[in-house]
């Protein structure tokens, strides 16, 4: 019956329009907006002692692709960072309007915005979009690390606009996966290093094409510096090299 529900909505119209709830209670078109996000790539957001990771795959579809070319996670301040899977058009619509009102606020207060000013504004756009006519919802989840003056925090926003802060996170493709081995391997008293391991081990075990270094972005902020900073390729390459796992 479950399987039969889906259909019955769609030859009824219920998912032709953002503003309609089917008869149990359901926005097809946001609940569509979610399966786009599970197939986008992985990404891996992990609060550490001394900081806080954003580790993503840009999974690489092209070979004749120049791989530094393809831009997974986004600066939004000197403190503040992005990643995101699912429609990147739409993650990079987002970034640029945090990018806006980050600079608005240094401007008009002469200090960096909290990372909860961002997230609270970019959820709100999102869930006007599931209620709106004529528009469509964010085909997109987000992760935004930073760092502010209660410390390093990381949140995670969905297509509806709901948002919940972590200790650590994963969205896109090998979301299920990775959080069950960060559920069962992460510890709050990791470094940023130990982190890293921890991330690249995951998205190892479960990515099951060709993974190598050129498909991973990976940048950290740490408690002290309170500023964006990309993680060396040659160190991902690494650790990489180091991890003996057989992947699922």
Same mark, same amino acid.
């Given at each position: 019956?479950?399987?039969?529900?889906?259909?019955?909505?769609?030859?009824?119209?219920?998912?032709?329009?953002?503003?309609?709830?089917?008869?149990?209670?359901?926005?097809?078109?946001?609940?569509?907006?979610?399966?786009?996000?599970?197939?986008?790539?992985?990404?891996?957001?992990?609060?550490?002692?001394?900081?806080?990771?954003?580790?993503?795959?840009?999974?690489?579809?092209?070979?004749?692709?120049?791989?530094?070319?393809?831009?997974?996670?986004?600066?939004?301040?000197?403190?503040?960072?992005?990643?995101?899977?699912?429609?990147?058009?739409?993650?990079?619509?987002?970034?640029?309007?945090?990018?806006?009102?980050?600079?608005?606020?240094?401007?008009?207060?002469?200090?960096? %915005?909290?990372?909860?000013? %961002?997230?609270?504004? @970019?959820?709100? *756009?999102?869930?006007?979009?599931?209620?709106?006519?004529?528009?469509?919802?964010?085909?997109?989840?987000?992760?935004?690390?930073?760092?502010?003056?209660?410390?390093?925090? *990381?949140? +995670?926003?969905?297509?509806?606009?709901?948002?919940?802060?972590?200790?650590?996170?994963? @969205?896109?493709?090998?979301?299920?996966?990775?959080?069950? @081995?960060?559920?069962?391997?992460?510890? +709050?008293?990791?470094?940023?290093?130990?982190?890293?391991?921890?991330?690249?081990?995951?998205? =190892?075990?479960?990515?099951?094409?060709?993974?190598?270094?050129?498909?991973?972005?990976?940048?950290?902020?740490?408690?002290? =510096?309170?500023?964006? +900073?990309?993680?060396?390729?040659?160190? %991902?390459?690494?650790? *990489?090299?180091?991890?003996? @796992?057989?992947?699922?």
């Amino acid at each position: 019956m479950t399987e039969v529900q889906p259909l019955q909505h769609q030859m009824m119209g219920y998912d032709r329009a953002i503003t309609m709830f089917s008869p149990d209670g359901r926005l097809l078109q946001v609940e569509y907006a979610k399966k786009t996000v599970r197939q986008g790539s992985t990404a891996i957001g992990m609060v550490c002692k001394d900081g806080i990771l954003l580790v993503t795959d840009k999974r690489i579809v092209d070979k004749l692709i120049i791989a530094d070319s393809l831009e997974k996670i986004w600066q939004v301040d000197d403190h503040i960072a992005i990643t995101a899977a699912g429609i990147l058009s739409d993650a990079r619509v987002l970034v640029d309007r945090a990018r806006i009102k980050a600079q608005e606020h240094k401007i008009i207060y002469d200090s960096p %915005i909290d990372v909860i000013t %961002i997230v609270k504004d @970019i959820a709100d *756009l999102k869930q006007m979009c599931t209620q709106s006519g004529g528009l469509r919802p964010f085909g997109v989840s987000l992760l935004i690390a930073g760092a502010d003056e209660e410390g390093v925090k *990381l949140f +995670e926003t969905d297509p509806t606009g709901i948002y919940f802060q972590y200790k650590a996170t994963a @969205i896109g493709e090998g979301e299920v996966d990775v959080k069950n @081995i960060l559920i069962k391997e992460y510890r +709050e008293s990791m470094t940023i290093d130990d982190g890293l391991k921890l991330a690249l081990s995951a998205l =190892k075990r479960v990515i099951n094409d060709g993974f190598d270094s050129d498909r991973i972005d990976c940048v950290y902020i740490t408690n002290e =510096k309170k500023a964006y +900073e990309k993680m060396p390729k040659d160190k %991902i390459t690494k650790i *990489l090299s180091s991890l003996d @796992i057989k992947r699922k």
